[in-house]
């Protein structure tokens, strides 16, 4: 039933391992992409990995750092595979525990692990015990059943109530417990609590009784009607605490001169600092370092032990929260686990990854022994900063600059395309990208395949215009640096995409810029036609265009955005989303946690981060200093 069983410690050494009979290939191919996508990754909140035809199920133990891994076909239901790992770790702990505690990389690999016969026994248990769970209870019998219980009289509908009750619930006072009164329903019928009447003389008293609490409330409301209000005093003029005085002339139109010629270098300042040079790779997004928070933790403890001391219950309370060599549990971090999951919240990191980090953390520290004088609260913290650190760094590196040489040796063009929601600023992204690009001295040719939104081809004409402004033709030998590709609107997307791709070729543009149309994930006629326009042209980049704004919002636009790319698909492995731009980083402050559910989601890096307006403002991201600005309080 298992296809194997692995057993390997976090150093990559294989201790023992397990195939099932009958079980072709090698199991390396598994356990590697599941080391990979969630062991390095930070991904183990769930003990649950699926790859290709394959289930695996894993459980970390952190003492020793080992990692016990079974495999078996997903479309078997084996009930009995949790039980029966923790079996095996705890049984392999206890039978090898003098070995694994000497540490030694090379001890292990000279240790011989004879595991087979005790793998057998508890495999066999487990089987033995699901099969005996699962067996089939005998039919019950009719006395045994919760129809046998019932009786002839609560069968039996009444007119005027169910089984002995009026319609308000409560039995009746006539009807008797097990009593057949044996009377049938009369119109005089008790109904409402109104005995001996019939039903028109039941209406006629309702609606006798409404009037009259008709007639009551328009009384009540006449004497407790408000005074007529005072007519309101004169709206006074608000004065601005910094604001100085109103009196203050601040028409400057007469002055001349001197002032006119201040405000012309003004503004050609203004245009140096928009032509700074972005040659090389972007600057990194900084953050000022947690210097405070530093001083908040030593402010802390100064005044905890500054605290007066009353005998041994002092010193005790000095020692309150340290761990002092042993192993962690899962009651000492569920405090501390609490107050991060709600910390991670409140810096727009959304729920649902908030619960997986923190229960990935738990995993990765439950049973490990902690040295002396180590509070739970700074080893929590510092697991997770790592594990937050690790998500944010890529597993690939996206060296555009590099990509695009590449490509210019092959003599075509890079080709990247933006998709996203509306209204996150992917033109004016893609603008920016432009100009970094130029910078570098590369040619782009933007495609505008926006052909829904009106105003869409005028906006990439605008940038086309300014950036062309910025880098003269007579400065690259006569020739637009930028130009623009667009056939109007209402036209297919693909198709222009497919014609800009060719027209670049053609005239030996280095990177061909697509432009898509903003749609929302639940658009499934737009989101049919972005997977349509990436599968046929297959760009060399896919970037999702996301605000930093966004908290759980950013979750289901990336999977429903990779759900479409994938059902849509022509092809049997699909293209999905490459990368991430990151807008409007400049204000949200430290509430960065946008950044972490999406890069969670995706496994993709985070390219580029949008920091402003113009063209310069455009960085690439820091993990550390990011991190940092997520666990600062």
Known sequence: MLDFFSIFSKGGIVLWCFQGAGVTGSF??????????????????????????????????????????????????????????????????????NELEQKGALKLLNNNFDFEDDFSMLLKDAEEGSKARSRVRGMRTFEESDKSQKTVKSMIETKGGDKGKDSGGKKNKNTK????????????????????????????????????????????????KSPKPQKPKEKQMRVWGMGGSSSKNLDYSERNGDNASNGTDQYQEGQIDVLSSMK???????????EE?????????????????????????????????????????????EKMRDHLIAKNVAADISSQLCESVAKKLEGKVMGTFTTVTSTVKQALQDSLVQILQPKRRVDILRDVM????????????????????????????????????????????DTFRAGAVEQLRTHQR????????EQHGGRPVVQLYEKGYGKDAAGIAMEAIAYARNQAFDVVLVDTAGRMQDNAPLMTALAKLIAVNMPDLVLFVGEALVGNEAVDQLVKFNQAL??????????LIDGIVLTKFDTIDDKVGAAISMTYITGQPIVFVGTGQTYNDLRSLNARAVVSALMKA
């Open 280 to 290: 090389g790779d972007l600057q990194s997004v900084d953050y000022e370092s947690s």
């Open 177 to 224: 417990k097990g009593v057949d009164t044996g009377k049938t329903s009369s119109p005089k019928a008790t109904e409402n609590g109104n005995q001996a009447l019939t039903a028109e003389e039941i209406i006629q008293k309702n609606r006798e009784e409404f009037f009259r609490k008709k007639q009551k409330t328009v009384s009540v409301e006449k004497q407790t």
């Open 566 to 575: 994938a059902d849509h698909s022509m092809s049997d492995k699909p293209r």
């Open 406 to 449: 590449e490509a210019q040796n092959q003599r075509r063009p890079f080709v990247i395309t933006f998709c996203g929601v509306n209204g996150v600023g992917k033109s004016t992204n893609l603008a920016k990208i432009s100009f970094w690009l130029i910078e570098n001295g590369f040619t782009v040719l933007i495609a505008a395949c």
């Open 28 to 97: 390396t191919g598994p356990v590697n992409a599941l080391i990979r996508s969630v062991i390095l990754q930070e991904r183990s909140g769930k003990n649950t990995f699926t790859h290709e035809a394959l289930s695996l199920k894993y459980k970390l133990d952190n003492e020793f750092e080992l990692i016990f891994v079974v495999g078996f076909q997903k479309i078997l239901t084996l009930t009995y595979v949790d039980k029966f790992l923790d079996d095996v770790q705890l049984h392999f702990r206890d039978r090898y525990k």
């Open 466 to 473: 300014r950036l062309n402004s910025l880098h003269p033709p």
């Open 293 to 337: 928070e530093e001083e908040e933790e030593e402010t802390v403890i100064i005044s905890q032990k500054s605290a007066p001391s009353k005998g041994l219950g002092g010193m005790f309370g000095m020692l309150k929260g340290l761990v002092g060599s042993k192993s962690l549990s899962r009651e000492d971090m569920e405090p501390v686990l």
